[in-house]
Each structure stands twice: as structure tokens, then as C-alpha cells.
């Protein structure tokens, strides 16, 4: 239950795999479940349908916006240069860098390195 609830905070860090791999997989999977309802409830005709599928894109939303803010804080970032995927052109670059560049050695200001923690591990 600690690793679903971790979704949904912007404390700590994500390496670039781990951002990768929830961006692609985890958000796929919320986003075709929310579509999946809505055409649910449009083939059925009970509206009913449409809030549980606005709550789960919004859950997915929320858990793309926490991942790419832990993300900001492995490359030493504030969580506040999100806004910068509003900028034009810079949003594509922002995206690159936080796909491929590596996020600072040991512990910055927003936890200890993710990378260093699977190491500890035994």
C-alpha cells in the first residue's frame, strides 16, 4: 500500500527509469481506463459513469505530475520548473532532459540518490 500512496507524493526523488517506465506504462493504464468508462457510459447511456472516469483521469494526472516533480527534484530542480512545460518549444527540451540526463550523484537537498538506495539494498 506505501508504494501506491507513493505515487501520489512530491517528496524524494525518481531516477530516469523509474520516471520513464511511469509515464509510459502506469499513465497508459489510467488513461485507458478512464476512456474505457466514458465509452461506457456512452454506449449504456447512464452518466453516472462519467465521474468515476473524470476521477481516474484526474488520479492519473496527479500521479504524472508527482513523478515528473520527483524527477525534477533528482536533477537538483525545484518542483516549480514544471511550469516551464507551458513555455513553447521549451517543454520539448525540458521533456529530453528529464528522460536522459542523469540525475546529481548522492543526496541533494530533496533525499538521497535512487540509485544509491537499490545499491543498499541486500
Not at 1 to 18: P, V
Not at 50 to 67: D, F, H, M, Q, T
Not at 84 to 99: C, K, T
Not at 102 to 118: E, R, S
Request: charge should be neutral; aromatic fraction near 14%.
Amino acid at each position: 500500500m506505501d508504494k501506491f500512496l507513493e505515487l501520489f507524493s512530491t517528496q524524494g526523488r525518481a531516477n530516469r527509469s523509474w520516471y520513464f517506465w511511469h509515464i509510459l506504462l502506469d499513465d497508459l493504464a489510467i488513461f485507458t481506463a478512464g476512456v474505457g468508462l466514458m465509452v461506457l457510459a456512452a454506449v449504456t447511456g447512464l452518466p453516472f459513469l462519467i465521474l468515476p472516469a473524470v476521477g481516474v483521469l484526474v488520479a492519473g494526472a496527479w500521479a504524472g505530475i508527482c513523478i515528473t516533480i520527483k524527477r525534477l527534484h533528482d536533477l537538483g530542480r525545484s518542483g516549480w520548473h514544471m511550469l516551464l512545460f507551458m513555455i513553447p518549444l521549451y517543454n520539448l527540451y525540458l521533456g529530453l532532459v528529464l528522460l536522459f540526463k542523469k540525475g546529481t550523484d548522492g543526496p541533494n537537498d530533496f533525499g538521497p540518490d535512487p540509485l544509491n538506495a537499490y545499491k543498499a539494498l541486500p
